[in-house]
């Protein structure tokens, strides 16, 4: 890329955007709120990272309403904020130059279910329990599992994935077509209901995983899947994390159709158990689930106790019963907040890295390595059947030697990870905590990323603030 590339140009401070606003309020009426606390609760507040709360919180009803909006806060270069539920990780919600956050809660409908095709068209506000719900009786279901309960559009925009992952993909392989209100409050649609098209740029997935930065979807259709006959969940215990990570490995190189395969250190392992009132062994633990006919679940869970003892592990167990299997992911879900109440004055900060399959071990075990080292308190968890794994840091923020240790091993975790030719963030995107790893990811690449944004959106109203490396990298 050329040097002389227009880069993207962030605001040097809040403005006053008390005009727009009164123009905001003549148009929505109660649906627009000043309120401190409303603008408080829809900025960021997952972990430790400051909350930079917008001017006003819009409560969106329909596309209209965003596109009207969107197309206002583009004549007054106000920045513009898309807010599903507040799950996000990396500070993708806040606002640092003020604006308007769009909550898109209220647009929480199922459009169209396509039972013959295996698709449905969703309102961004749906969640994903919600859609599965709405599902239960067709057979079909959503796949996609972040953990928390997510809006399927803040699912959109942070390329989302989770424990099912490994088997179903993560949100770029399951979206068909999006529709989109752009910068200018324009409405598009990319893509359809067909499974594969060669008709152009693929601007859904260009969308997909922009964070807000380049339009704010309004409409998702997604791929469905068949509930499988059989589904069987099962753990094991294992001497070391390597040992763990080793299985991993060697299900997934020799292509066994896992589902889930889930991975928690001792130190996770002990909170759950607190938390979830279970009763596991508190060594490094799989978790597992296979999908499939009942002979080949069987077949699965045969070849995966093959795996387990050869790399040293022990006490696999299996079943299919269901209540067994919910007890046990829903744990899993609760691993958040589990580790935050290993040490309940602290502030959580939560990171993820994602690596070659070839190269988890070493990567699991030299940041396990580098935890204890440093005397922080930080489990680990991880979809590690696609190389993704989280570390918690549980930090005292009014120390300052404490916080300037997490943010250093935050660091060196994500350049831990692109240098095995990895990646510094699997799931969580990038926000405003984790800017400063893009160059070193990605190289000249993010000047034709910042070239796209400036020519989507060029007076850098969608999310400003994001994504982007301050000026000093490091």
């Given amino acids: ?31 627009l709120s000043v309120n401190l606390t409303t603008r408080q609760q829809h900025a960021h507040t997952m972990t430790w990272l400051e909350n930079q709360p917008p001017d006003a919180v819009l409560v969106a009803n329909d596309k209209q309403d965003v596109a009207k909006a969107v197309a206002l806060c583009h004549q007054y270069e106000m920045p513009v904020i898309a807010f599903g539920i507040g799950s996000s990780l990396e500070g993708q ?13 209220e647009m929480n409908e199922v459009l169209q279910v396509n039972n013959e095709d295996l698709t449905v068209t969703v309102q961004p506000g749906v969640t994903r329990e919600q859609l599965n719900h709405y599902l239960r009786d067709t057979g079909l279901f959503f796949p996609i599992d972040p953990g928390a309960n ?66 704010i979807v309004t409409e998702i259709t997604l791929k469905l899947f068949g509930i499988t006959e059989c589904i069987g969940s099962g753990i094991c215990h294992f001497p070391t994390v390597e040992a763990a990570c080793e299985a991993t490995m060697m299900t997934i190189q020799m292509c066994l159709p896992i589902a889930r395969i889930e991975l928690l250190d001792t130190l996770q392992v002990k909170a759950c158990n607190r938390y979830s009132n279970l009763t596991l062994k508190e060594m490094p633990t799989l978790f597992v689930e296979f999908h499939g006919s009942e002979a080949g679940v069987q077949e699965q869970a045969q070849i995966f106790a093959e795996i ?28 958040y907040p589990a580790s935050c109440a290993l040490r309940p004055e602290a502030k959580a900060l939560s ?50 030697e404490e916080v300037q240790t997490a943010e250093a091993l935050v660091g060196r975790l ?53 994504i982007w490396p301050p000026e000093a990298v490091v």
């Fill in 1 to 31: 890329m050329s040097d002389n590339l227009t880069m993207v140009s962030e605001p040097t401070s809040k403005k006053d955007y008390s005009d727009a606003i009164e123009q905001l309020k003549q148009l929505f009426g109660e649906q």
């Fill in 93 to 105: 919600l806040n606002a640092p130059y003020g604006g308007l956050c769009i909550d898109m809660s």
């Fill in 150 to 215: 997510a809006t399927i559009g803040g699912m959109v925009a942070t390329r989302a994935s989770g424990t099912n992952a490994v088997r179903y993909g993560t949100m770029k392989d399951v979206v068909l077509a999006l529709e989109v209100v752009t910068a200018d409050g324009k409405i598009i649609k990319t893509g359809t209901r067909a499974k594969k098209s060669a008709a152009g740029y693929d601007l859904t997935r260009l969308m997909i995983g922009s964070e807000g930065t380049l339009g």
């Fill in 308 to 335: 387990v003892a050869e790399c040293g592990g022990s006490d696999f167990a299996w079943d299919s019963n269901e209540e067994a299997r919910n007890k046990l992911w829903h744990a899993r879900h609760n691993a």
């Fill in 351 to 400: 990171t993820d890295a994602c690596v070659p399959i070839s190269r988890l071990a070493e990567c699991v075990s030299e940041t396990a390595k580098d935890i204890e080292a440093s005397g922080m308190v930080g489990p680990i968890v991880g979809h590690v059947g696609d190389g993704n794994f989280h570390v918690l840091l549980l930090v005292d923020t009014n120390n300052p």
């Fill in 414 to 466: 994500a350049k831990r990870a692109i240098d095995m030719d990895g990646t510094c963030t699997g799931e969580h995107g990038i926000g405003q905590g984790k800017q400063k790893y893009m160059q070193h990811e990605h190289g000249d690449a993010v000047l034709l990323m910042q070239a796209i944004k400036q020519a989507l959106d060029p007076k850098n109203i969608l999310n400003p603030g994001k």
